[in-house]
């Protein structure tokens, strides 16, 4: 069943003089198994809603339902949907905190009462999936790591819970080059392989062009655009008023056909663009023999 947003709204610090309403009537349903990625400016509200996603905040108004149940509710049901839930945050290396790798993955199945060989599981699968060898690096103090592998343990501590639904904000924050993307290889993969329900918070309109299915926009804490990517990056309109830009490869395909190329421009890929531009080019080269 989806994630649904219903008329929900937030305000911080409700009846003092800092009230700031962060999110303002939002509807939204997130699909089962989807990659949605959402977008936007700092103070959009981008980072509110998904704290909603598992039961971190409660709406000042509407509600949040996750497979039909309400996460404000106070219940066991309640409480058994927000552990479906895993969120990984920005800059998620300081959350770190035990004396090993193995001990800081295993942290969150011990506070479920797994059994001890369970436990061993997952943490296994966890960081083997983040291309971390469990021989290698179990006792090894995580504060020990360069960033990019800091940033996978703290991912594996969340798989290693075994979400059904996951929540990234801003993961690739702060990372290097070949770090950045070879965490946003592993996320593509662990949503193919695992058909997870991955929600995506980023500014980067180029890693989301790479791999959401489905792109919100929100500014000043609404949703601008709800819709995929093929339609939600020529919204011109929406993606200046929520401070963004196109994902570049969008960008110069359309002035490329600007100035007489024939070329489409839903292009969301440089491996994708490249073969287009050569295939404009060639048509163009024939048409004129």
Known sequence: MPIELKGVTYTYMRGTPFERTALRDVSLTIADGSLTAIAGHTGSGKST??????????????????DGENLAGKGKEARLARRKVGMVFQYPEQQLFEETVAADIAFGPKNLELPDEEVERRVRSAMEFVQLDYETYKDVSPFQLSGGQMRRVAIAGVL?????????????????PRAREEL???????????KLTII????????????AERVVFMHDGRVLVDAPPA????AEAEIREAGLSAPSTVTLLSRLKENGL??????????????????????KGGASC
């Open 184 to 194: 946003l290889r592993r996320v593509t993969e662990l949503h193919r392989k695992k």
């Open 160 to 176: 290693a819970l075994e979400p059904k639904y996951l929540v990234l904000d801003e993961p690739t924050a702060g990372l290097d």
């Open 262 to 283: 024939d070329v489409d421009a839903d292009a969301f890929t440089v491996d994708e663009a490249v073969k287009r531009i050569a295939k404009a080019i060639k048509k």
């Open 49 to 66: 809603l998904v704290q909603h996603l598992n039961g971190i905040l409660h709406p000042t108004a509407g509600e949040v339902l996750l």
């Open 200 to 211: 995506f918070v980023s500014h980067n309109m180029d890693d989301i062009a790479r791999m």
């Open 231 to 234: 339609e939600a990056f020529f």
